[in-house]
């Protein structure tokens, strides 16, 4: 320590050296008249002072759940209200899709995985080592309500949570409810993805064949007329062929293997 005291008051000494420059009379340092501008041997003008670069600070990104690629959608009319409007609904394009539907959804929910009360407590405990930690509230109640109101929510989302709010510019320790609502917004693609993915499973296993026929056959209208995503008219026309001969060629197959079933 007292070497590092030392080191600490010679910088301090150097630096306030530096910054008042060569006194006349030290011993050590020779006197130097004041640098006079305008003469011949010396620059009419100051020299520039260097620019400091400022250098843009990076925007901090805020953890998220990345959710699980569902396989291709497409739109269909379920019915017609009676003031001519549709009501469209998402299916698969391809009902072989199916089992890869079924396992983004296996994947999300997997993701979802609340945390163990163990996991709980010691990340909490963890946390709160870095405040000032208050003199009210019992320690075993305080412990039991962490474990509760954190034991619903996903392990990944809530370390991401404490993390960010180790790291952000807090002086102060974090309620249940304060950490909650970081949860909730790390969680909110993955479980947003997860109801929509349930919602096509639910209307493809409980469509009958008559049903997913129809909908072939509107698709096979579609395609005849020409109806393409915009990414793939944005190819251009060799693009556009395969396309749709790729999707009839499926359709059709599927057609066929659903009326040969009736």
């Given at each position: 320590?007292k ?6 008051g ?14 006349p009379?030290e ?14 041997h ?7 002072v ?24 497409r ?14 609904a ?25 945390p ?10 963890r ?32 370390h991401?949570a ?5 790291k ?22 993955v ?6 993915a ?5 209307r ?8 997913r026929i ?15 995503p ?29 009326e040969q079933?009736?």
């Amino acid at each position: 320590m007292k070497d590092i005291a030392s080191l600490t008051g010679r910088l301090t000494q150097q630096t306030e050296q530096k910054q008042t420059g060569s006194q006349p009379g030290e011993t050590g340092y020779a006197a130097r008249p004041p640098r006079l501008y305008g003469l011949d041997h010396e620059p009419t003008e100051p020299p520039p002072v260097p620019a400091r670069v400022s250098r843009p600070a990076s925007p901090r990104k805020s953890a998220s759940m990345m959710p699980s690629h569902l396989p291709p959608l497409r739109q269909v009319t379920l019915s017609v209200a009676q003031d001519g409007s549709r009501i469209t609904a998402m299916v698969l394009a391809h009902r072989a899709d199916l089992p890869a539907l079924k396992s983004s959804i296996a994947e999300m929910r997997a993701a979802l995985t609340p945390p163990t009360p163990e996991e709980i407590a010691a990340s909490v405990a963890r946390l709160f080592s870095h405040y000032p930690s208050p003199q009210s509230g019992n320690t075993m109640t305080v412990a039991q309500d962490w474990i509760e109101d954190m034991g619903q929510v996903s392990a990944v989302a809530f370390h991401a949570a404490v993390v960010e709010w180790r790291k952000g510019a807090n002086a102060f320790r974090p309620s249940p409810g304060q950490l909650l609502a970081l949860i909730e917004r790390i969680e909110a693609p993955v479980r947003d993805r997860l109801e929509f993915a349930l919602e096509v499973e639910a209307r493809e296993s409980g469509m009958s064949t008559r049903e997913r026929i129809a909908h072939l056959h509107h698709r096979q209208y579609e395609l005849e007329m020409g109806m393409v995503p915009y990414e793939v008219h944005a190819k251009g026309y060799d693009e556009i062929q395969r396309y749709l001969e790729a999707e009839m060629a499926i359709v059709k197959s599927e057609i066929a293997q659903l009326e040969q079933g009736t």
